[in-house]
């Protein structure tokens, strides 16, 4: 398997060959933030053209396609053009929570974007309890929601703020209580050690029924808490006007639209992680050869394509399902997917400790 | 077989760090961009908050319905219980059938609580 740690580690010696200590992680320090700001970018670019052409393809339309070869240069254009647009001054903001909430929200989802494992040693943060901290840090975004709608002194922005509140603290327990259930079977927190642990076999085989029910509860949530598809009330154009991010022009608005985008590419790579070996490949215990085979595709690609399909399912539930009210979003959240969740629990538990699983790799 | 941190920079606490300020550069660089480039002009109504086209009547900064708060509350019990249960999720292997009873009498009580809150109509949205 190709092991970007040898990529890096060979940087590291050519650094410190002609620099002082401190010197040398300053500089890779600026690396991993150029490379982590263009990887968030570029990501957000895609996403934005990606979920374009999906929603045009669900409605028999074609989608953007005059800028560049398939209007791929299409959201670039949108990009420069968002970026010169008028930044207007409002009156009756309180102007310090308003210009501090996009920093709240992009920095929480550039934290959660750098726990991701892309690739073997080509990951940012790997704290021992990796999965924990991305699923903290990611809940800082609701403040900052919050922070925009109450600033911005406007009745829609209000109610599309405390909507949102409520919906992504609810269902950042169905969330947590997922990872806990995938966490007792991987026997670790550590993102690369979960990674290890599906070596053999991606959990979602392995986890026997479990496993399976988590995933589904998982997405169900993961949908919720980026305020996209069925679950996209805190926004919902025709009562709203936009939600929590109505005042907001120019750039300002950019922010929040691209946070909202990452956090779709972070929940799928988290999916992708957590049930489908996150840059492992595809590996079936028996065959060797065809593992030799999937070996050869390096593991950027897998992330990034399970990430991608996985996106996919997300978007399409958008297209499919009509929108939620409040009273069954959260009765659908405390009454079906919670208790479930934590009966679910138990049972994996039961799994694991009758040993009716698949093969997972022990962590040492 | 899983290889170490990225550069192998073994305080993780830098990186955090790192990656706390790219987000925060991110957004300084285009408001930076964003107020060089971008026209400005100015209009009394531009102020105003976008509502409905009529001027606004009454601070917006005001008190909203208690169901917010009811599930914000319920929220706080379970988030504390999912900070307690992830130590135990990571040892499970090694506790075996003990580690099952013990966490069937924690998650036993929990749901106790959750049917208390159901039975009491806090999860009925008024």
Same mark, same amino acid.
């Given at each position: 398997m190709l092991d970007?740690?040898?990529?890096?580690?060979? =940087? %590291?010696?050519?650094?410190?060959?002609?620099?002082?200590?401190?010197?040398?992680?300053?500089?890779?320090?600026?690396? =991993?933030g150029v490379g982590l700001l263009l990887a968030y970018s570029l990501l957000a670019l895609f996403y934005i053209y990606f979920e374009r052409k999906v929603c045009a393809a669900f409605q028999c339309r074609l989608g953007?396609?005059?800028?560049?070869?398939?209007?791929?240069?299409?959201?670039?254009?949108?990009?420069?053009?968002?970026?010169?647009?008028?930044?207007?001054?409002?009156? %009756?903001?309180?102007? $310090?929570? $308003?210009?501090l909430a996009p920093y709240l929200v992009i920095a929480a989802s550039m934290l959660a974007f750098a726990v991701l494992p892309w690739g073997n040693g080509l990951q940012v943060i790997d704290f021992n309890i990796g999965i924990f901290f991305l699923i903290a840090v990611s809940s800082i975004g609701v403040l900052g929601i919050l922070l925009a709608g109450w600033s911005s002194n406007n009745k829609f922005t209000l109610i599309g703020a405390l909507r949102s509140g409520a919906q992504m603290v609810s269902y950042e327990l169905s969330i947590g209580l997922s990872v806990i259930t995938m966490v007792a079977f991987a026997g670790t927190m550590s993102v690369p050690g979960i990674v290890a642990a599906q070596s053999e076999c991606w959990f979602i085989f392995s986890g026997h029924i479990p496993a399976? =029910?988590?995933f589904i509860i998982y997405m169900i949530a993961g949908t919720a808490e980026t305020n996209r598809g069925p679950f996209d009330l805190p926004e919902a154009e025709s009562e709203l006007t936009a939600g929590y991010h109505t005042e907001y022009s120019g750039i300002h608005f950019g922010f929040f639209y691209l946070a909202e985008y990452l956090n779709l590419f972070i929940v799928a790579g988290v999916a992708s992680l957590l049930f489908f070996g996150g840059w492992m490949p595809l590996h079936i215990p028996g065959w060797e050869g065809f593992n030799d085979v999937m070996n050869y595709i390096p593991g950027p690609i897998w992330f990034i394509g399970k990430a991608v399909a996985l996106s996919f399912v997300i978007i399409w539930?958008?297209?499919?399902?009509?929108?939620?009210?409040?009273?069954?979003?959260?009765?659908?959240?405390?009454?079906?997917?919670?208790?479930?969740?934590?009966?679910?629990?138990i049972l994996m538990v039961l799994v694991i400790v009758y040993g009716l699983h698949g093969p997972v790799v022990p962590v040492q | 077989m899983v290889s170490l941190a990225i550069f192998g920079i073994e305080n993780n606490s830098i990186l955090a760090v790192t990656a706390l300020l790219t987000g925060i550069a991110l957004?300084?660089?285009?408001?930076?961009?964003?107020?060089?480039?971008?026209?400005?002009?100015?209009?009394?109504?531009?102020?105003?908050?976008?509502?409905?086209g009529i001027p606004t009547r009454g601070n917006s900064m005001t008190r909203f319905s208690v169901g917010y708060y009811l599930y914000a509350i319920l929220f706080l019990m379970f988030d504390v219980e999912a900070i307690f249960l992830f130590p135990w999720a990571v040892r499970v292997r090694d506790l075996g059938s003990a580690g099952l009873i013990s966490i069937a009498v924690f998650l036993g009580f929990l749901i106790l609580g959750l049917a208390y809150a159901w039975r009491k109509g806090a999860l009925s949205w008024k």
């Open positions: 970007f740690s040898n990529i890096t580690g060979w =940087i %590291h010696d050519l650094l410190a060959s002609f620099m002082a200590p401190w010197l040398v992680v300053l500089t890779e320090c600026v690396l =991993i953007p396609n005059r800028v560049g070869p398939f209007g791929l240069l299409q959201s670039i254009a949108d990009m420069f053009k968002i970026l010169i647009k008028e930044l207007i001054s409002l009156k %009756h903001t309180d102007k $310090f929570l $308003f210009a399976i =029910i988590a539930f958008k297209w499919t399902f009509p929108r939620l009210r409040i009273d069954q979003l959260l009765a659908l959240e405390w009454k079906y997917l919670l208790p479930i969740n934590l009966f679910n629990l | 957004v300084a660089l285009a408001m930076l961009i964003a107020k060089l480039i971008g026209p400005r002009s100015f209009n009394p109504q531009k102020g105003e908050a976008y509502e409905c």
